[in-house]
C-alpha cells in the first residue's frame, strides 16, 4: 500500500539505492517480509495512527562507560526514565528524558522536534540548544524507528528500496535480513525467523575506537488494545556492550499535551558554542584555544615542541539510524587552529578524561605521532583507539606516558603541572593542568558539576596548590576557586 502523504512528508523520505528495480525473485521475497511483519502486528500495523504515541520508557543506560568497560568511570547514569510524545499527523515530537546517575545526581532533559527547528533543554540548568529543521527531522525519524508501526508504514512506501541480505544469527536467533540505504549507511533491518516480527535495524558507524555496529533489538511483543502488538522494549548496543536497556511500561494513542511543545522561557544559551572562536594567553606559553567547534583547548609552547591540553571530537554515537550529516570533524578543526599560531610539532598530547568529546581528537592527533599522557584506566581504550587507528600498539610503540599522581612538563615559567583526581563523581580518574607561573588552572568538566567542583576544591587544599583563575573546556570566562565554592549544582 502507498505511504500516506503526511507521513511522507513528515519524513521527507529520499530513500537512497531505489534507482533501479529489484529482481522479481527479490522484489517478491521483500513483500513477504514485510507483509509478515505486519500482519504479526494486525491491522494497526499500516493504518496511520489518529492521534499521537505516547510512551513511557524505564531501565538503564551506560552512555559512558561503554567505551571504557564500566571504568574508569565513576558515575555511569544507572536508571533512566523517558518519555515519548510522537505526533505523526502534526509532524513534531517531545522527548522527556532523565538520567539518575550513581552520585545521586539527577540529568533532565526536554528535546521538542519540529518542521521548521526545535530545541533541547536542560531543565535544571535552562541551558537552551536552538536544533535546525535538518537536526530535528533526523531525530524525529530515529524517534519513529521506536515504533514498528511507523517503520513498516514507511518500508511499505518503497518497498523497491530494499533488498533481502544473507540471514543473521545473533545471541541464538535467527533473524531473516532486508538491507537499504539511509543517508549514504547499508542499514539492515532484522525479521524474526520464526514469528516474521521486526525485532530491530544495525548500521556500521565510525566511533572513537573504530567501526563497531550500532543495534536496535526490540524485545518481546505484547498484545494492545489499540496498536495489536507492541513491543515490551528495547536494547541498545554498541558492538556487543549494552548501551541503553528500557522497558516501556505505558503506551497508548492519546491527545495532545500542548504544554510540552510550548517555547520554554527563562533559558540561558550555551557558552562557549555562542562565544567568535578566538584565542588567549592564560598563562605563559599557554594559549587557549576558544571554540574549536563548541570546546576550548589549551596549547603549550614547551620551546622545541607543543603540548595539546584536552582532545575534542564529536561522534554520532547517541543517534540509532545514520545521521543526514556527518558530526563535524573537531580535530581537524582543532590541529588547523594550532597550525594558526606555532608550526612546531606536537610532542604531546593529554585528554583530561576518557569521555568522547574530551579524548576522541586523538585518533587525528596521532598522525602528528606525539606521546599520550593519561591514566592507567584508559590504556584499554587507548590501546583500542590506536589499533583501529595505526593498526599498532601503543604501549609496545613506546609513545604512552601514565599519570600515577603528578607529571611535569617544561622548565620554568613555562612549567606545566599535571595532576591526577580521582573519587570525582563525573569520572574517575580525571587530568588538570596547573600553571603555576601565574597559578591557573585548565579543566574540563570538574567545574560544570557540582561534586566535581568541591571534588577539586578539597584536592587543591589537600595539596596546597595556590589557585588564582580557573579556566575550562566548556566556559567562555574563567573562574575562581570562591566561585566554585559557592555555586549551587548545575548538572
Request: proline share 7%; aromatic share 8%.
Amino acid at each position: 500500500m502507498p505511504i500516506p502523504g503526511h507521513i511522507a512528508y513528515f519524513f521527507g523520505l529520499v530513500l537512497l539505492g531505489a534507482q533501479t528495480q529489484l529482481p522479481t525473485s527479490d522484489e517478491s521475497q521483500v513483500q513477504r517480509v514485510l507483509e509478515r511483519a505486519a500482519a504479526y502486528i494486525g491491522p494497526a500495523a499500516l493504518t496511520p495512527p489518529d492521534r499521537p504515541f505516547r510512551i513511557n520508557y524505564r531501565g538503564t543506560t551506560e552512555r559512558y562507560a561503554v567505551y571504557q568497560d564500566r571504568e574508569p568511570d565513576a558515575s555511569r547514569p544507572t536508571t533512566r526514565f523517558e518519555v515519548l510524545l510522537f505526533d505523526v499527523a502534526g509532524r513534531r515530537s517531545a522527548l522527556r528524558h532523565e538520567d539518575a546517575q550513581t552520585d545521586g545526581t539527577q540529568a533532565t532533559w526536554r528535546d521538542v522536534m519540529r518542521p521548521d527547528g526545535g530545541y533541547s533543554l536542560n531543565l535544571k540548568t535552562r541551558l537552551q540548544w536552538a536544533r535546525t529543521a535538518d537536526f530535528s527531522a533526523s531525530r524525529m525519524r530515529a524517534q519513529a524507528w521506536r515504533i514498528p508501526h511507523l517503520i513498516l508504514q514507511e518500508l511499505h512506501g518503497d518497498p523497491s528500496a530494499l533488498r533481502t541480505g544473507p540471514p543473521r544469527t545473533i545471541a541464538g536467533k535467527r533473524y531473516q535480513v532486508l538491507t537499504m540505504e539511509m543517508n549514504g549507511v547499508p542499514l539492515r533491518l532484522l525479521f524474526d525467523d520464526a514469528s516474521g516480527a521486526l525485532m530491530g535495524y544495525e548500521h556500521d558507524a565510525d566511533l572513537i575506537d573504530g567501526t563497531h555496529p550500532l543495534r536496535v533489538l526490540f524485545k518481546e511483543y505484547r498484545p494492545h488494545s489499540q496498536l495489536g502488538r507492541f513491543p515490551s522494549g528495547f536494547v541498545r548496543t554498541i558492538g556487543e556492550r549494552v548501551y541503553m536497556d528500557l522497558d516501556v511500561y505505558y503506551v497508548k494513542l492519546s491527545d495532545i499535551t500542548e504544554d510540552w511543545f510550548d517555547s520554554p522561557t527563562n533559558t540561558r544559551t550555551p557558552r562557549v558554542s555562542t562565544t567568535p572562536p578566538s584565542s588567549e594567553e592564560i598563562a605563559p606559553g599557554v594559549t587557549l584555544l576558544r571554540n574549536v567547534g563548541g570546546y576550548n583547548t589549551a596549547i603549550a609552547d614547551l620551546g622545541e615542541c607543543l603540548a595539546v591540553l584536552d582532545a575534542p571530537e564529536r561522534f554520532s554515537w547517541d543517534n540509532t539510524l545514520p545521521p543526514v550529516r556527518r558530526p563535524t570533524a573537531i580535530g581537524e578543526l582543532l590541529l588547523s587552529r594550532i597550525r594558526e599560531i606555532s608550526s612546531k610539532p606536537i610532542c604531546y598530547v593529554v585528554p583530561t578524561h576518557h569521555h568522547g568529546d574530551h579524548f576522541g581528537a586523538i585518533r587525528t592527533l596521532l598522525r602528528e605521532q606525539p606521546i599520550i599522557v593519561t591514566t592507567a584506566g584508559n590504556v584499554p581504550l587507548l590501546q583500542r583507539i590506536t589499533r583501529a587507528v595505526l593498526g599498532t600498539d601503543t604501549r609496545s610503540a613506546d609513545r604512552l606516558l601514565i599519570v600515577e599522581d603528578r607529571l611535569v612538563l617544561g622548565t620554568g615559567d613555562r612549567r606545566i603541572e599535571i595532576y591526577r583526581i580521582t573519587g570525582d563523581p563525573h569520572a574517575a580518574e580525571t587530568l588538570f593542568f596547573y600553571f603555576p607561573a601565574n597559578r591557573t588552572v585548565f579543566e574540563a568538566d570538574i567545574g560544570d558539576y557540582n561534586q566535581s567542583a568541591k571534588r577539586f576544591l578539597q584536592f587543591i587544599e589537600e595539596r596546597r596548590i595556590p589557585v588564582a583563575r580557573i579556566y575550562g573546556a566548556h566556559n567562555s570566562a574563567f573562574t575562581t576557586p570562591q566561585h566554585l565554592e559557592n555555586d549551587e549544582p548545575s548538572n
